[in-house]
Nanobody
């Protein structure tokens, strides 16, 4: 079974920084795309950042220039460096991975979510 475990969330002041980590473990052969999503109360879950297997990245305008997604394929880990945080960044952040397990199955997995709170 594949598991995604997130860490790094917490409380920061506006303008501060946080670094989120998500480590995938289990019967993993290849992780294709890794993503970070976030969901604030009363809002739909939105894509924050995406990174392909070879390092291609995509960001929405709301975080572009402030957030950076990266990955360490050897560690099956994806990171989200968040700088210049704003109160509107407050949300539960979820790690997501599209991967293939040792049985050749391609599946979409989610982490448990980690709370990020930015105070004004």
């Amino acid at each position: 079974q594949v598991q995604l475990v997130e860490s790094g969330g917490g409380l920061v002041q506006a303008g501060g920084s946080l670094r989120l980590s998500c480590a995938a473990s289990g019967s993993i052969v290849i992780i294709n795309t890794m993503n970070w999503y976030r969901q604030a109360p009363g809002k739909q879950r939105e894509l924050v950042a995406s990174i392909g297997r070879t390092g291609s990245t995509n960001y929405p305008d709301s975080v572009k220039g402030r957030f950076t997604i990266s990955r360490d394929n050897a560690k099956n880990t994806v990171y989200l460096q968040m700088n210049s945080l704003k109160p509107e960044d407050t949300a539960v952040y979820y790690c997501n991975a599209d991967l293939m397990d040792r049985l050749g199955r391609v599946s979409d997995y989610w982490g448990q979510g980690t709370q990020v709170t930015v105070s004004s």
